[in-house]
């Protein structure tokens, strides 16, 4: 089962700022199994994460996102490497590799550009104001 079955061109993760600090585990969790993903491996499209939701005071700033996204991934990477594999040789050799072997994890080792941006959906003012998006969209014209 694969979570791409097309490939894409281009992959936006949003990761809500404000939740971060208590969800880390189970977002790291999904964005590893979009990372591992053959369907995304074989592509490499470009991937954005987008960090939602900048309005809020108690948002997290991007930079502090990728750096506990690559702590946490690189977590997951050691404990998923040191888990047996299944007995089913039918299953193609396992799970693939994230990142480099023998160094800790970070984006710059994945075979896709990884870049992270600051938005709100919601825009600055709140609910009164247009969503803050500029990054995202010029990230897809450029990815386009």
Do not use: H
């Not at 969800?23 to 990372?35: H, I, T």
């Not at 009164?128 to 990230?139: F, I, Q, S, T, V």
């Amino acid at each position: 089962l694969t979570l791409f079955p097309l490939p894409s061109r281009a992959i936006v993760f949003v990761v809500d700022s404000v939740a971060f600090q208590r969800e880390v585990k189970d977002v790291a969790e999904f964005l590893y199994q979009v990372l591992v993903d053959g369907v995304v491996l074989k592509n490499a499209p470009a991937l954005l994460i987008a960090c939602n939701k900048q309005d809020v005071t108690m948002a997290k700033s991007a930079k502090l996102i990728q750096q506990q996204l690559e702590k946490e991934l690189n977590t997951l990477r050691v404990t998923r490497s040191a888990a047996p594999t299944s007995l089913d040789s039918s299953a193609g050799g396992g799970p693939a590799q994230l990142g480099k072997k023998g160094k800790d994890f970070d984006f710059s080792q994945l075979p896709m550009k990884v870049e992270f941006a600051e938005c709100s959906a919601r825009g600055s003012k709140g609910e009164e104001g247009d969503a803050d998006c500029e990054a995202l969209e010029k990230w897809l014209a450029k990815v386009a």
